[in-house]
């Protein structure tokens, strides 16, 4: 009987350095605390920001990061609608209400077009744009830029799947006003849970950690001058990303390695569209993503991960959009068909840094034999 849980080749699990635990067990616990503003340190001289706050999340800095611009009830942020749901919830968290656009065919990331058709008609106590570099894949931050600054409004950036990523030189994670992390179990590098708030604003990070810290003053006597919460990442969590934050630029390399495998194996084969990577951009390729068409593959993307899940070949469809879950119903999308197609079409490969050779071919492999198989 075959051996299921040898064959198993996941999407994206953590790749431990090895020493992790090296660390709790060789330092006197009174140090451990030492470890969060040690790790933010890291994180901010890692990206070139000024400033970074570990958080318990990517979502709680995506909700803090927000909260940090005075955003709240009664106030619309815009935001894509191909993206994790982690993405609105933390509009609909500090109280506000999403507003989606759709994505545009170069990157998958908002659509510059549509986001300036949703601004001409939603300016009712707009506050902020939220972009997300899907995938790990920069968004298109110029021509985002570009008709935000007409608006007058910030962009905020869901950094979430991108660190490690660039745009013309620059970091994912440095791109927006405010920029949130994630360090999540399946990310590029983990803390085991937990993300941060990264910026180059003195007083935005101020303000962000005193938001934090339940709102309370960063000095004594710690009065509470605003409303708050608990946003901060624990010392243990900080402790496993400083072993891990020196790998991050071998786990992208790695990362992009698998992608440029399955772009050599698969990418001639008629009906198969990687998630493109436009001028300027270098993503991380957290997940090696792509679009099937049925058409002209003559499968379905559904029945194709179906087959893979029988050979125990982990893939995901992508995100739904938003806009058509229940949860968003009752909010506005702006955009085209090209984001119907992508979120009917695409789907991501297992693409951890820790795949071995023989699991990658063995991906390809079985990708072949799904695309011929009737």
């Not at 815009?78 to 500090?94: D, E, G, K, Q, Y």
């Not at 608006?151 to 745009?167: I, K, M, N, Q, W």
């Amino acid at each position: 009987m075959t051996d299921t849980a040898a064959l198993s080749i996941p999407l994206s699990t953590p790749h431990q350095t090895g020493t992790e635990l090296n660390r709790l067990q060789t330092t006197p616990a009174d140090l451990w605390a030492e470890w969060v503003p040690e790790f933010e340190q890291a994180l901010a001289q890692s990206v070139s920001s000024r400033f970074a706050l570990a958080t318990q999340s990517g979502t709680a800095a995506l909700e803090l990061a927000l909260r940090t611009l005075g955003i709240g009830p009664g106030d619309t942020v815009i935001c894509p609608t191909l993206t994790f749901a982690a993405t609105a919830n933390a509009i609909r968290s500090v109280g506000a209400q999403p507003i989606f656009v759709g994505s545009e065919p170069e990157s998958w990331g908002l659509d510059p077009d549509a986001l300036e058709t949703a601004l001409q008609r939603e300016r009712q106590r707009l506050r902020a744009i939220l972009v997300v570099d899907l995938y790990g894949m920069p968004a298109n931050w110029p021509a985002l830029q570009e008709v935000a600054d007409r608006y007058d409004l910030p962009l905020v950036a869901d950094a979430a799947e991108s660190l490690g990523a660039e745009l013309n030189g620059r970091a994912c994670g440095t791109l927006g006003l405010l920029n949130a992390v994630s360090f999540n179990l399946n990310k590029v590098i983990t803390t085991y849970g937990g993300g941060a708030l990264l910026t180059n604003g003195p007083q935005l990070a101020v303000k962000a950690r005193v938001v934090a810290n339940q709102g309370r003053q960063l000095e004594p006597p710690f009065c509470v001058v605003e409303p708050g919460s608990n946003y901060r990442m624990g010392p243990l969590n900080a402790g496993f990303g400083l072993d891990q934050l020196p790998f991050l630029a071998d786990r992208v390399k790695a990362r992009r390695a698998i992608f440029e495998r399955y772009y050599g194996a698969l990418s001639q084969v008629p009906g198969l569209m990687f998630q493109p990577e436009r001028a300027g951009a270098f993503s991380n390729r957290w997940l090696t993503a792509l679009r099937l068409d049925p058409v002209r593959i003559g499968i379905t993307r559904d029945a194709f991960i179906d087959r893979l899940r029988r050979e125990h070949i982990e893939t995901r469809p992508v995100f739904m959009p938003l806009h058509r879950q229940r949860a968003f119903a009752d909010c506005h999308f702006y955009g085209g068909s090209e984001t119907d197609a992508i979120a009917n079409e695409g789907l991501c490969l297992p693409s951890g840094s820790a795949l071995t050779d023989a699991q990658v071919e063995r991906v390809i492999d079985r990708v072949r034999r799904a695309l011929v198989k009737k």
